[in-house]
């Protein structure tokens, strides 16, 4: 298994102010991914942290919103851009670890709030 | 494209009671079937997982059967306790290095 540390674990937000949520993992990993949790609901694919590239997003997601760096292969961040209260969500990070045979692992995510 | 369905919840039982939640999917090829839990308040957590047919994936006393020929993966227990309340989710990954597809969840409320 993987340790996946995302900081912050909560926070409560101004409309408008953008936040970069930041994940660390304590080993190699072969793939990262962002998710988002919105209140009562399942999860969404945001998109897929490429190392020194540009991140690959999913449909209804787009770089200007959810800017996505990965440097190297234990570190991804995810900034969520002016923010308004529809943001209000648990964003998680992901990885694949290697060796773990397509088994993908979460961090405890990070709780915003947009007021 | 890829799916899964979960049975709806929230579900209540009381205490030592047996415990299915039903999983269906679909998808082409042979994907990989994941349970994922998440009690209140915190992250997802890998339960138990399959990786081809008639693998039988366990944990913590959870069981789940991956069918190919019913395209399910249902969750069991045979003694739930109040701790194993929480949200228990369903999904699929169509090969290493694809990022998972969810099923709605399904809440689990389990009363002494």
């Known amino acids: 298994s993987a340790v996946i540390s995302q900081k912050p674990s909560r926070d409560i937000c101004q409309r408008g102010t953008s936040l970069t949520i930041q994940c660390q993992v304590d080993s190699q990993v072969t793939m990262m991914f962002w998710y988002r949790q919105q209140p009562g609901q399942s999860l969404t694919l945001i998109a897929t942290a490429n190392q020194g590239s540009e991140a690959t997003y999913e449909s209804g997601f787009v770089i200007d919103k959810f800017p996505i760096s990965r440097p190297n292969l234990t570190f991804s961040t995810l900034t969520v851009s002016n923010m308004s209260p529809e943001d209000s969500s648990i964003y998680l990070c992901?990885?694949?670890?290697?060796?773990?045979?397509?088994?993908?692992?979460f961090g405890e995510g990070s709780w915003l709030t947009v007021v | 494209g890829d799916s899964v369905t979960q049975m709806e919840g929230p579900v209540t039982l009381s205490e030592e009671a047996f415990l299915t939640i039903n999983c269906t999917y679909t998808a082409t090829g042979y994907p990989s079937l994941f349970w994922y839990v998440q009690y209140p308040g915190e992250g997802l957590q890998l339960l138990l997982k399959?990786?081809?047919?008639?693998d039988k994936g366990s944990n913590k006393g959870f069981e789940a059967t991956y069918r190919k020929e019913t395209t399910s993966f249902h969750l069991e227990k045979g003694s739930v306790q109040v701790s194993d309340s929480a949200v228990y989710f369903c999904a699929l990954s169509r090969y290493s290095g694809y990022a998972l597809n969810f099923g709605k969840g399904t809440s689990l409320l389990v009363t002494p």
């Open positions: 399959a990786t081809k047919a008639d």
């Open positions: 992901s990885v694949e670890t290697l060796g773990t045979g397509n088994t993908i692992y």
